[in-house]
């Protein structure tokens, strides 16, 4: 992740009017929101957190430690400076977003979809992420997060509700049952309903590399001999899987990539070799020793 945001010069330049102490106090909410150093697409996230605000005032609070009204809401509405305009005013998402700055990402894509969705489930997910986000920094988890919230919070199958509870692990609990209820043949994104499960319960799988134990000697692999399965009715067509059924059987999280997709079989064509008569520099030499 990318950690510059604006800092105080920027913030002040930006907006001339605003007094020294809510210039720092508003470079630790752009902090919190990710906001890239040139204010790019601000102006559209600010919508979004304008309206959380009015909608849950006490709750935005305890979210951001700040509250967007009063003299920061109007500076901000008088608008940035003419040098930041572009940037600013910018409606396109920018490169790299997603990954480096996830949750700004993810508002900015969040405030194109506004006000077709519930708020208070948005601002659940908004509080968890920042008061965990020194855990999922450490595991490398915040990407993660955020890309399951987009994709799995506006999937036409998913019920909004899941997220409006009291405490995130009655919200995990929430999705469990929703994850229970899907039919086997439906297209949600499990893998990413399973994601939002971890980040709310915090219980992510942290992978440790398995240490081999030896009596001293030299560890040898097993030999596997490769296995071949029909693709046709015809002999000649065979599949080569590149992966074991148990690795198949296993659900990949990473990407939302499933193994088949990362390693897929390889479609191989059997052909008889001809018996033939070798030409004779092609024999083996065959030499009588006395």
Not at 49 to 62: A, P, S, V, W
């Amino acid at each position: 992740m990318i950690s510059n945001t604006p800092i105080f010069s920027d913030v002040k330049n930006a907006f001339p009017a605003m007094g020294g102490e809510l210039v720092v106090e508003f470079c630790g909410f752009l902090e919190t929101i990710e906001c890239p150093p040139d204010f790019r697409g601000l102006q559209r996230v600010l919508r979004l957190i304008e309206e959380l605000c009015d909608e849950y005032d006490e709750e935005f609070e305890q979210c951001f430690s700040i509250k967007f009204d009063g003299e920061l809401k109007d500076i901000v509405k008088e608008g940035i400076s003419e040098s930041y305009q572009d940037t600013w005013n910018n409606a396109v998402k920018g490169a790299g977003w997603l990954k480096d700055r996830p949750l700004f990402g993810l508002l900015f894509e969040f405030n194109n979809k506004r006000p077709h969705f519930e708020y208070f489930a948005l601002l659940n997910f908004l509080h968890h992420y920042i008061h965990n986000k020194a855990m999922l920094l450490s595991i490398e988890r915040c990407e993660q997060s955020c890309r399951a919230m987009r994709i799995i919070f506006f999937h036409r199958d998913f019920e909004q509700d899941c997220l409006i509870a009291d405490h995130p692990k009655q919200i995990a609990k929430n999705l469990v049952d929703f994850q229970d209820e899907l039919d086997e043949d439906s297209d949600f994104k499990k893998n990413y309903l399973l994601d939002l499960i971890h980040f709310f319960s915090l219980d992510w799988e942290i992978k440790q590399a398995r240490e081999r134990s030896s009596s001293g000697g030299i560890v040898r692999g097993r030999n596997k001999p490769i296995s071949f399965e029909p693709y046709t009715s015809d002999d000649q067509y065979y599949l080569l899987q590149l992966i074991s059924r148990q690795q198949q059987d296993r659900e990949e999280l990473e990407g939302g990539l499933c193994a088949e997709e990362d390693l897929p079989a390889i479609c191989i064509l059997k052909e008889a070799i001809e018996d033939t008569l070798r030409s004779e520099y092609e024999q083996a030499s065959v030499t009588k020793i006395y």
